[in-house]
């Protein structure tokens, strides 16, 4: 996984709560067995209506989403942070993110930060003002900043080291195999086997 | 302190455990479908990793499976090409698979209870957010991505942070016409989508209690809906007469050592929950969702409600345009809504009681003229017992479309959608903008619903007819 430290960029304002993941990206374009390509089915649906903030010509490049409260409900596809990233992302910011969705982010190295609403707001008149407005996201010092303006956001230090190093989760466990073989020897028999198939 | 139910499975679970990190967390059982997997698969060839424990992994195929002329090849090409990295991953890494055809295919989340695979105290994840289904036998089963899934074929652990607890409580007795579906319904229109973010859900209570397996599967099944990845019932009596003496349930002394271990599976006394909420059973009545997420949801006999009337200003935004999307003025009876299709199935609501309560509504009538009926059952298997009851005579007969089993309309990846504009009244569990088919218009029903609904051509309850 590549590295997050900070990322600047223009944002994308999208004044939408309850964005699903179906929204993100819709069923029938998770078919592909990639993990590239699904920029074409974000938003599909919203995306032939030219008045759709990422048809607007002034938020071309953005790599910000600002989005309302309770972005990526629904589904755990992971499709939908794809899309996002395939699609050119780097941050996402709202007031509130489903579970599933910020834990596929984080692993996949999109960043999902946190701001309180009216700080989204905020952000959200600043970017329709001057959608040109640079936007910076630190991690280091877990902070947004734009217009000479900082806010801060939280993000355990746990998460924040692992993204910053670019560490990928499977390798970290593979350190402990050890004590995951001694946490077998001692499972319960009567536990259910997949393997042999019983009728 | 008292410990809660999902604290005892979770603490039961942990591999490795340091301060300011996430917990290690063993996984007893990873079902995987074609739809999450195909990128997993490939992240382990190229690291050049195996498949920790192929025993403890299951694969059926699903969300992409048509359901009418399955013996012959998928029609669409993308489609196909899933179905078949999923079959080549399979034999590629020693994963059991239960392909279209087979007996044992199905709903990924009707598949693994039917097996009796999915047991008490257990740890369960797959790629797909409805995996809350196997809660309802107190197991901490949860929803993952496909970056988790890579991670639990290489480790068979996951690195996870212990959420906070809810308690559901839900006392009294349902009136007859209500059901699960409905209790749940109205839990996430109580809470909202995204009042159980960070929680594990657990339902309780003497309305619980009452519950078939399958009924509480529904209710556990929705909890992704209210925002909780996971949610539960602590197992008991009809738990385990549900799991005894299917395939692969204990048997001999493994069932007496299981039986001990499962009778511990129940939130102490003085255990803490960080919130706890209320409904009284007594009080409810069929519920049906107006709008395009799971909590914008109304008691059947009401209205559909005005944007005015949410104290919240992102509330009223959504439910305005909500209203928009779904072509409907605040203030028309939820009952003058006219439906067009009429969709039972899915990992909510397509079991065989389902079928069954739905069959026994409809028997010796004719579908609404202006609706049509899909039946699709959750497995090959409920599929089966339905015809070996006659129940696939009474759906045909009453005009309804008897199909083979898969997620289908559910989330419409399979040739089974709605067209732009169409309206359902579906069982399943999501209606979000779009789900069913883009420009598809949801309201979310129990099957009691669904099937007094297809008589009448407009939303109503077995009441009504």
């Not at chain 1, 600047?8 to 709560?17: A, C, D, H, K």
């Not at chain 1, 593979?174 to 086997?193: I, M």
């Not at chain 2, 309804?400 to 419409?412: F, I, K, N, V």
């Amino acid at each position: 996984m590549e590295k997050f430290i900070s990322h600047t960029g223009t944002g994308v304002p999208l004044r939408r709560s309850n964005v699903d993941t179906d929204q993100i990206i819709p069923a029938v374009y998770l078919k592909r067995v990639t993990r590239s390509g699904f920029e074409d089915g974000l938003f599909a649906a919203w995306r032939s209506d030219p008045d759709f903030v990422l048809n607007k010509s002034e938020y071309h490049g953005g790599t910000i989403l600002v989005a309302g409260v309770d972005f990526g409900t629904g589904s755990s596809r992971e499709h939908a942070v794809w899309a996002l990233q395939n699609y050119g992302f780097k941050v996402v910011i709202s007031s509130r993110f489903a579970d599933i969705f910020r834990g596929n982010s984080l692993k996949g190295g999109l960043l999902t930060v946190i701001l309180p609403q009216e700080e989204v707001e905020a952000l959200w008149n600043a970017i329709e003002r001057d959608p040109k407005t640079s936007i910076s996201v630190n991690l280091e010092s877990r902070t947004v900043s734009y217009n000479g303006k900082s806010v801060g956001f939280d993000l355990d230090d746990y998460t924040r080291w692992r993204l910053m190093e670019g560490l990928d989760d499977i390798g970290l466990t593979l350190r402990h195999t050890d004590l995951v073989e001694g946490f077998e020897s001692k499972r319960a028999k009567f536990k259910p086997k997949t393997l042999p198939v019983l009728s | 302190m008292g410990r809660t139910l999902a604290e005892k499975v979770w603490e039961d679970h942990v591999v490795r455990s340091a301060t300011g990190e996430p917990d290690l967390l063993y996984i007893d059982l990873h079902l995987i479908h074609e739809v999450t997997s195909p990128q997993a698969f490939d992240g382990l060839r190229l690291t050049g990793r195996k498949v920790r424990r192929p025993e403890l992994t299951l694969a059926t195929e699903d969300h992409n499976v048509p359901t009418l002329n399955i013996d012959r090849p998928i029609a669409d090409p993308v489609s196909r090409l899933q179905v078949d990295t999923l079959r080549k991953n399979c034999a590629e890494f020693g994963v059991r698979i239960h392909s279209l055809g087979d007996i044992e295919q199905g709903i990924v989340h009707v598949v693994g209870p039917q097996l009796g695979i999915t047991q008490p105290g257990m740890t369960i994840v797959c790629g797909d957010s409805h995996t809350s289904t196997h809660g309802a036998f107190g197991a901490l089963a949860f929803g993952i991505g496909t970056s988790e899934v890579e991670h639990v074929l290489a480790t068979q652990t996951l690195p996870l942070t212990k959420p906070k607890m809810m308690a559901v409580n839900i006392e009294g007795k349902l009136k007859p016409g209500v059901t699960s579906k409905d209790i749940i319904l109205a839990v996430i229109a109580q809470i909202s989508t995204g009042g159980g973010q960070g929680y594990i859900l657990e339902y309780r209570g003497s309305a619980i209690r009452e519950l078939s397996m399958e009924a509480r599967m529904t209710i556990c099944n929705m909890s992704i809906e209210a925002g909780a990845r996971a949610g539960l019932i602590a197992p008991d009596e009809i738990t385990f007469e549900y799991i005894k003496g299917r395939p692969h349930a204990p048997k001999g002394a493994d069932w007496d050592a299981a039986l001990a271990y499962w009778n511990t599976l129940k939130s102490d006394a003085d255990a803490k929950f960080d919130k706890e909420i209320y409904l009284n059973a007594d009080e409810l009545s069929p519920f049906v969702t107006w709008g395009t997420n799971p909590g914008q949801g109304v008691p059947l006999n009401q209205a559909v409600p005005t944007p005015e009337s949410f104290g919240d200003e992102q509330e009223r935004r959504a439910a305005e345009s909500a209203l928009v999307y779904m072509d409907l003025k605040a203030g028309t009876p939820m009952k003058e809504i006219k439906i067009d299709t009429v969709f039972l199935g899915s990992c909510t609501n397509g079991r065989i009681e389902d079928l069954r309560s739905a069959a026994a509504i409809i028997k010796g009538k004719k579908v609404a003229s202006n609706t049509r009926m899909l039946v699709v059952p959750g497995s090959a298997r409920v599929r089966l017992q339905a015809e070996s009851e006659g129940l696939d005579k009474v759906f045909l007969e009453f005009g309804a479309e008897w199909r083979s089993a898969g997620c289908s309309m559910c989330l419409g990846m399979n040739p089974d959608q709605l067209k732009p504009g169409e309206r359902s009244a579906s069982t399943s569990n999501r209606n979000f903008e779009g789900r069913q088919g883009k420009g598809g218009r949801t309201h979310l029903v129990s099957p009691l619903v669904a099937a007094a609904t297809a008589i009448k051509g407009t939303l109503a309850s077995p009441a009504d007819l």
